[in-house]
């Protein structure tokens, strides 16, 4: 997809502007009867697109041991032993070589990161809401029988549709196979590449689509709810029964293989994925960690407790539920469930999983927030991150390598150096807390 800028924005208002183009870029006649997946290798547990990119540096030379042409030679003898036929693999390859723009995608990481509430008001817009309704009523038959075979509520399935490639108009223009064997080729995540990219060949084997027509991101997501070449293998269904599982051109196989692979990740059919929640004031936020779930009943006898004096939907008591503070403890607060559960496995993470599942509620007019964001205490940079992971093991609060990514390790070490000064341990990085471990 086409985006120019001019080089005298500053670098902060090209992230944002990058950000909003690449969140708008992530149905017939269904056979329920005859959807059957094809399992064309062992089954396995990888997100449905690429995970996140980790930063390595901004050189982008490539120095491998072989030429492009010597590293093909032997990976078609790979290819081969892995049963992909001769003729198939060299059209394949036909015009393939190192994309240089893919590895400069795969080795960056935006210095700023775009705040959750703008994030969700891009992902929310009043204008895919209204696509979205649409296309539920346009699909009502084929969505019903997509839900009574795999159970996945059918304003989640379009909702993930709507995220990943904004109801089909952005699958991404870059080949496939080339993306992927430039990626293999250069080396960085060799493994996952190389598993890809026979995955990609087995489709193309399998007659599901042409090479010409296999395209995706530049990472090797594919199709109208971006699948990565494994999970397609092992979770893509031709539902339109036209004896192809294409996810490109057909929204019927796209979003019953969404629902196939949402299945498989633990959805329960007509539970909630969650609700907004409101926290008492003397609540101990150190809970709020996802590895820490209780039953909805055991959260409200915490004080926990729905805005307006709402209840929670019967049924959910019982429900195991892990509290999430997307913004830390000044922002809205959330009871996630094993619905939200099942969308981080399709894309591990909590934005992510937020406005797909706030999307779906929007579908039927629900899905608004009651809490407020802290807009005035806007995200740290990637240096900010790397500089406070830093400054917390430098005061043996151990943040682990200091990546500028806020894993577990990192918003451990926070909630200590939080406990220490007496502030609420919610885990999540701020200005404050940087200037404050600056000034030790």
Known sequence: ??????????????????????????????????????????????????????????????????????????????????????DLFDRAFIGVSPDMSVIKADRSQPEFTRPVWEYLD??????????????????????????????VDREALVAVWGMESNFGQFQGSKSVINSLATLAYEGRRPGFAHAQLIAALQILQQGDITPEKMLGSWAGAMGQTQFIPTTYNTHAVDFDGDGRRDIWGSATDALASTAHYLQSSGWQRGQPWGFEVQLPSSFNYTLADGA???????????????????????????????????????????????N??????????????????????????????????????????????????TLLSARNYDAGTADGIIGANTRKAIRSAQQSLGWPADGYPTHKLLESLRNQ
């Open 1 to 86: 997809m086409p985006f120019c800028l001019s080089h005298r924005w500053p670098l902060r208002q090209m992230i944002v502007a990058a950000s909003v183009v690449l969140l708008v870029a992530c149905a017939e006649k269904p056979t329920a009867a005859d959807a059957q997946p094809l399992q064309t290798v062992p089954a396995v547990t990888a997100p449905a697109i690429v995970p996140p990119v980790v930063p390595t540096g901004d050189d982008l030379a490539i120095a491998p041991t072989q030429t492009f042409a010597e590293w093909q030679a032997g990976f078609r003898r790979e290819a081969l032993t892995a049963g992909i036929r001769a």
């Open 122 to 151: 891009g992902a929310l817009s009043p204008l895919r809401v209204n696509k979205g309704k649409s296309l539920i009523q346009q699909n009502a038959q084929v969505l019903q029988s997509i839900e009574q075979r795999y159970g």
């Open 292 to 338: 820490i779930r209780k039953s909805v009943a055991e959260w409200r006898q915490l004080g926990v407790m729905l805005p307006n004096g709402a209840q929670v939907p019967a049924g959910s008591e019982q429900l195991s539920a892990a509290l999430l503070l997307p913004a830390g403890y000044r922002g809205p607060a959330f009871l996630i469930l094993d």
């Open 340 to 389: 939200f559960r099942a969308i981080l496995k399709y894309n591990n993470s909590s934005s992510y999983a937020l406005a797909v599942s706030l999307l779906s509620e929007r579908f039927s007019g629900g899905g608004l927030i009651n809490g407020n964001w802290p807009k005035d205490d806007l995200p740290l940079s990637r240096t900010e991150r790397m500089e406070l992971q």
